[in-house]
């Protein structure tokens, strides 16, 4: 970045709170931004984290907070090309972080280095989320199922196996059941938000199931809903349940208190899937959104499940 290292380029352009402090926060200082963020910005999230043990939890919050960041860089900015430029930058401050991690400044790279030391996490993983946002700013539009596959290999799976890493959990053959988790939340979240990803331009429903079904683009845009809509709704919803089925498996083996976050966000996902079918699979009416009463039912059971995992020990 010529002559400024990453961590004195000050994110110009991003939102106000994302800034580069001038000076180098604390470790601790670091951990407590990264929570606030991680509370104030996805309460799902900080739920689940809720039933992990405490130890791990500033590795997550971490972890969720440069992927916040990031995600915000992506999609707060109007300007594609001034989007582009500070995932660019947060980029190299993730080098940063790996190579001369005495440099980095923002909050957030100053919490994951002590992260990435205890937990051996690879670049690459924060490295491909990057890759998705940046996607985001050319690709508007996909074409087949396959396509949107490969968008959630960089853009869903690496927090999933960021999880098992974490969590102490490197054997391959787990990494690609959460691969499958993962993909299928993305999934059914594209499912959920149809409406308001075409107002930003963007459309995740497969041109391949739209041509297979008979369903014209124009009918997303202008809400019209057909039984063949429908059709197609279902059987991606469908497809998106026996991925969340297969993957689940994973829960089998792991521990219990990991098994507990994860089927709570594989819950969380089939609940989204079970808002779509009440709804007749009409995505096009509103939003599919998960009811307060089924989040707490959903909590309520976690909370359950974990509580028998302490009194069986």
């Known amino acids: 970045m010529n002559e400024l290292t990453a961590s004195e380029h000050a994110l110009l352009g991003a939102p106000l709170q994302y800034l580069t402090p001038l000076e180098r926060p604390s470790l601790a200082e670091a951990q407590a931004w990264c929570r606030e963020l991680t509370r104030t910005h996805y309460e799902n999230f900080h739920v689940a984290t809720v039933f992990l ?10 972890i969720y907070a440069y992927c916040r960041v990031a995600d915000d860089l992506g999609d707060e900015v109007d300007d594609p090309v001034v989007s582009t430029r500070l995932l660019d930058a947060w980029g190299s401050m993730l080098n ?8 980095s400044l923002h909050p957030v790279f100053v919490a994951l280095h002590e992260s990435i030391k205890a937990c051996d996490l690879p670049r690459q993983l924060f490295a491909d989320l990057l ?48 691969d499958k988790v993962c993909t299928a939340l993305q999934l059914a979240n594209f499912w959920q938000d149809v409406v308001e990803d075409k107002e930003r331009g963007r459309r995740y429903l497969p041109a391949e199931s739209l041509v ?5 683009e124009g ?4 809400r019209v809903f057909t039984p063949e809509f429908g059709a197609m709704v279902k059987d991606l919803v469908v497809r998106t349940r026996a991925m969340l089925a297969e993957g689940g498996k994973i829960s089998r083996h792991v521990d219990r208190e990991l098994a507990v976050t994860l089927n709570l966000f594989r819950k969380g996902g089939n609940a989204i899937l079970d808002g779509i079918v009440e709804q007749d699979y ?7 959104v998960v009811s307060k009463a089924k989040k707490l039912s959903l909590l309520v059971s976690a909370l359950m499940e974990k509580l028998r995992t302490r009194l069986a020990r």
């Open 131 to 178: 890759i998705a946002f940046k996607m985001d700013q050319v690709k508007t539009e996909y074409e087949t199922w396959e396509e949107l596959l490969q968008y959630s290999h960089y853009s869903a799976n690496p927090v999933g196996r960021l999880v098992l890493l974490v969590c102490g959990y490197r054997e391959e053959w787990l990494a690609l059941l959460s």
């Open 219 to 222: 009918q997303i845009e202008g």
């Open 53 to 62: 043990p405490r130890k791990v939890r500033p590795h997550f919050e971490s």
């Open 282 to 288: 009409d995505v096009l009416r509103g939003r599919p």
């Open 96 to 103: 940063e972080c790996y190579d001369t991690p005495e440099r």
């Open 212 to 216: 297979r079904f008979g369903v014209d």
